[in-house]
């Protein structure tokens, strides 16, 4: 960090060395053209929605991105610590993040291996966000992990032509705080520009212990001519939360809805909980990214960018009356000098460490041709991902200098390499004024291989889990649609579009002993309308998204009792996404969305655990089910937001209603998450001082009405008795009542 703070510094020093430069150059506007391919226009006949800088920065008080999309249709966000600060995380059309491709200036986000991206190793991104858009279904051909039923296109913000600066702080609730400074150099000489960012999010979460310390920076320099643009980006994030993710068991919800399981070491000599206090997830993460664009014609533009993103970190956790075999630990005596005897210790609690040390990095490029009834690209990339998983053993509690333990001790090792290569075509050619053709088609090739040690005991073999994967895979990815523009006000979509999809890491690791899950794969029909006047504006959207081969879990476990994904044959979500707008005064504007839909699988069969007298498992039950609901999949999520301008006051009243939702697939109410309904209120006031250009104060009341709510949850346990009666150990995350952030946003 020390070095963002040089070149901060040195960034200041530069701005107003050239402020004076600055004013003789007014009239030179500069747009700066970055053509991001994967990008849906207003002719690609798919659902989609834009999110621009002025509605990220009005709702960017240090929650994450899965918080500043919730008021897009068909979204769920939620969050570990109930706050939206640290481990959040969100889902589209009910399609989990794991399949949701995110890419910033075209270059893949997703872990390669888990295939989810992790919000809290870049905290405070959208402050360097130009816009974002989120793209509901398969969407365009994307670089990464496929797109299977959404994509996240962020492009973070363009050069400003003139120096700037920006001091931004927020501070609320569960002291919750953000400061981000922001600087720019504007234009220098003509060719040259940076910009810089550093922030700083703190907050002691509403789950207890449920801590984030996040630090972040960005940098871009940028070099540019008549027909070149070539920009290094650099951003990176370091973070510390207290881990929340194991949530709240069911029967504390009513007494004590912000208890935090993790960390549990028993209790002292009064009978009050212990908590370790290093239960803690730590890790850095910066990436590397230098673009290069070249206009050869105003119709023809290439663009090509070179990525890495280096990932290392580890988590830590106390866990107690471990197996020590399980471990790869001897039992040792234990002295017990108290009571004067030995005891041979099988069991004993432990702290252990979770490391990786992951490495990615590739090319993307695109070739885009726009002239007369051509809006074409040629694109495509190549990337590599290498991770090393490890484990270490670092305490053993009663050891006393046993030959067989060393601290650090390493119990597992293994890694993953990942090779993903694309390519793809797409145009949109327009047949007339109004009628034109979409077409888009991708090859991708992945080859995953794990090699290792797992982190499983296999007590069939006495050793630790062994993993050998080498798997390719070979897919084709086409789109096709139709836009029709009845009018100047009225225009219809309609496509289908073929998307696949990889296993991820954990779909191996706790794969059935000699069956490896295969692909999936994803049919989507989409058809749409839109219409647009000066006061009113209505879209619709229906969807119907076919899946063969999707991978879930049935309450099936693994031969070492691990749960375990089952590629189920048959399975689909369809539904109906509404949009309006409507601005009937000038200082009035509302907003809203409703997606209503049915998520079903066919023929499902669940598993149960058997536990005999014992409390030792002793096989499983299955239960056909017939057609049920596919797991945490709304059939109703609702957006409204009520916006009021007058002179300098902005006030935005945002409500969001979330239908039930089940925590397994089995349609069970007694595995379910509440439907829940939630209002916010947002307040802004802009003024200006003396020596400054702007100042915006602001103010956001979550949850006003104080609504008691959980967003996400899972089954912990599901099993029968020995004498039959069905036993379920379910997880809440429960999320704040009303709490308040104030803040501050100072542009010079």
């Known amino acids: 960090m020390k070095k963002v703070f040089v070149l901060l510094a040195a960034i200041t020093a530069i701005q107003f060395s050239f402020a004076q430069k600055q004013d003789s150059i007014k009239s030179i506007r500069i747009q700066e053209v970055q053509v991001i391919s994967n990008r849906a226009t207003e002719k690609t006949p798919l659902s989609y929605s834009n999110i621009g800088r002025e509605e990220i920065d009005k709702q960017n008080f240090g929650q994450d991105i899965p918080f500043l999309i919730a008021l897009t249709p068909s979204v769920v966000a939620t969050s570990d610590a109930g706050t939206g600060i640290g481990y959040t995380g969100f889902r589209i059309r009910g399609t989990d993040a794991n399949r949701i491709n995110i890419t910033a200036n075209g270059v893949p986000m997703n872990d390669a291996e888990s295939q989810t991206v992790f919000w809290v190793n870049m905290p405070d991104f959208a402050s360097s966000l130009q816009d974002l858009q989120v793209q509901r279904g398969v969407g365009t051909s994307t670089n990464g992990a496929g797109a299977f039923g959404a994509s996240i296109n962020m492009k973070t913000g363009n050069i400003p032509t003139r120096a700037y600066g920006e001091l931004n702080g ?39 212990r449920a801590s984030a310390d996040l630090k972040s920076y960005f940098f871009q320099g940028t070099y540019y001519n008549e027909k070149d643009i070539l920009k290094f980006i650099v951003f990176g994030g370091k973070e510390k939360t207290y881990h929340a993710w194991d949530g709240v068991p069911q029967d504390l919800l009513k007494t004590d809805r912000t208890y935090n399981p993790c960390g549990y070491m028993g209790t002292d000599s009064l009978g009050r909980s212990m908590f370790y206090d290093n239960q803690t997830d730590n890790y850095i993460q910066t990436n590397y990214q230098l673009a290069y664009l070249h206009i050869f014609r105003p119709e023809l533009k290439l663009n ?4 890495y993103t280096k990932g290392d970190g580890y988590y830590e956790e106390y866990k107690t009356g471990r197996t020590l075999k399980e471990y790869g630990l001897t039992p040792f005596i234990y002295k017990d000098m108290v009571m004067g005897k030995d005891t041979l210790m099988k069991k004993s609690d432990l702290i252990r460490r979770k490391s990786l040390d992951n490495h990615f990095g590739g090319g993307i490029f695109s070739l885009d041709y726009n002239k007369g009834k051509w809006d074409a690209s040629l694109g495509g ?15 053993v509690k ?25 390519i793809y075509a797409r145009a949109n050619y327009a047949l007339s004024s109004k009628f034109s053709l979409f077409a888009d088609l991708q090859y991708r090739y992945i080859n995953y291989r794990i090699k290792g040690k797992n982190d499983k005991w296999d007590w069939n073999t006495s050793d630790m889990q062994a993993l050998n994967i080498d798997e390719n895979f070979n897919f084709f990815n ?3 649609g139709l836009f029709y523009n009845l009018s100047h006000q009225n225009e219809l979509f309609a496509s289908f579009a073929i998307a696949n ?34 006061v009113f504006s209505a879209g619709l959207n229906l969807y119907y998204m076919k899946y063969k081969d999707q991978l879930i879990l049935t309450g099936k476990v693994n031969d070492i009792g ?5 590629n189920i044959p048959d399975s689909y979500r369809t539904g109906i996404e509404l949009t309006a707008g409507i601005k009937p005064l000038p200082w009035m504007r509302w907003d809203g969305n409703l997606t209503l839909s049915k998520n079903k699988i066919k023929d499902y069969s669940e598993f149960v655990t058997i536990y005999d007298e014992n409390y030792d498992p002793a096989g499983q039950q299955e239960n056909y089910l017939g057609t049920t609901d596919i797991a945490y999949s709304p059939n109703v999520i609702a957006n409204s937001l009520f916006t009021f301008s007058y002179k300098q006051w902005e006030a935005g009243f945002h409500s969001n209603y979330v239908g039930k939702q089940y925590l397994d697939n089995s349609s069970s109410d007694d595995r379910k998450i509440d439907a829940y309904f939630v209002n916010n209120l947002r307040l802004a006031y802009t003024f200006k001082l003396k020596g400054v250009k702007s100042v915006n104060a602001g103010l956001m009341v979550n949850n006003i009405f104080d609504a008691e709510y959980e967003s996400n949850g899972y089954v912990y346990d599901a099993s029968y008795t020995a004498s039959g009666e069905r036993l379920n150990d379910l997880r809440y995350f429960p999320q704040a009542g009303t709490n308040v952030l104030v803040n501050l946003n100072i542009s010079f």
């Not at 090509?304 to 990525?307: F, Q």
């Not at 009663?398 to 694309?422: H, I, S």
Request: aromatic residues 16%; charged residues 25%; negative net charge.
């Open 170 to 208: 927020s501070y609320g609730s569960f002291n919750t705080s953000k400061v981000t400074l922001k600087l720019g150099t504007g234009i220098i000489g003509h060719h040259f520009a940076f910009d810089a960012r550093l922030s700083g999010i703190n907050s002691d979460g509403y789950i207890d």
């Open 304 to 307: 090509a960018t070179l990525h």
């Open 381 to 395: 990339g190549a990337n590599y991902y290498y991770c090393d998983h490890s484990g270490q053993v670092m305490w």
């Open 398 to 422: 009663n050891y006393a200098g046993d030959a067989y333990f060393r601290p650090e001790q390493e119990y597992y090792q293994n890694d993953g390499q990942k090779t993903d290569a694309n």
């Open 478 to 480: 086409p789109k096709f």
């Open 501 to 534: 999809r990889e296993p991820n890491r954990k779909n191996y690791t706790d794969a059935e002993k000699g069956k490896m899950p295969v692909s999936e794969r994803l049919f989507d029909y989409e058809l749409g309308y839109k219409f647009k006047s000066a």
């Open 562 to 566: 691990e749960p375990l994904s089952t």
